[in-house]
């Protein structure tokens, strides 16, 4: 995933593949719809980037344990919510009292467990 402000630096040489048309590709996933699956666990958060509010959405096939956490970068728990035992829902996160900045969220059920990235504007 490109990051805004990181510098990204290639090189050109006599080797064929670093010439020519067809040597990047580049692919766009808005944020806002970023989507994950694992094994029949499926979330999404939405706005991504956020600035006062994420909402959590999750499905599962099974009907298990849920819990949610939103980790600092330095892997600080900030937020921690056990959902109890359900299959499919949604949680709203106030992100206000938190600063701007990355934060990783992990959701776990059963034995799923899908960490995303969050940015907090």
Do not use: W
């Not at 510098?7 to 080797?15: L, P, V």
């Not at 939405?46 to 819990?67: G, M």
């Amino acid at each position: 995933m490109l990051q805004q402000g990181a510098e990204y630096k290639f090189s050109i040489s006599a080797d064929k593949g670093t010439q020519g048309e067809n040597r990047f590709e580049l692919t766009s996933v808005t944020p806002a719809m970023a989507h994950t699956e694992k094994d029949g666990l499926q979330v999404n958060m939405v706005p991504n980037p956020a600035t006062d509010v994420v909402t959590i959405n999750y499905t599962n096939t099974q009907k298990e344990s849920l819990s949610v956490r939103i980790l600092d970068l330095a892997g600080v728990c900030i937020y921690n919510n056990n959902t109890g035992t359900v299959e499919s829902g949604s949680i709203a996160v106030p992100l206000s009292k938190y600063a701007a900045g990355i934060y990783m969220v992990e959701i776990v059920s059963g034995s799923q467990k899908i960490v995303q990235k969050l940015v907090k504007e």
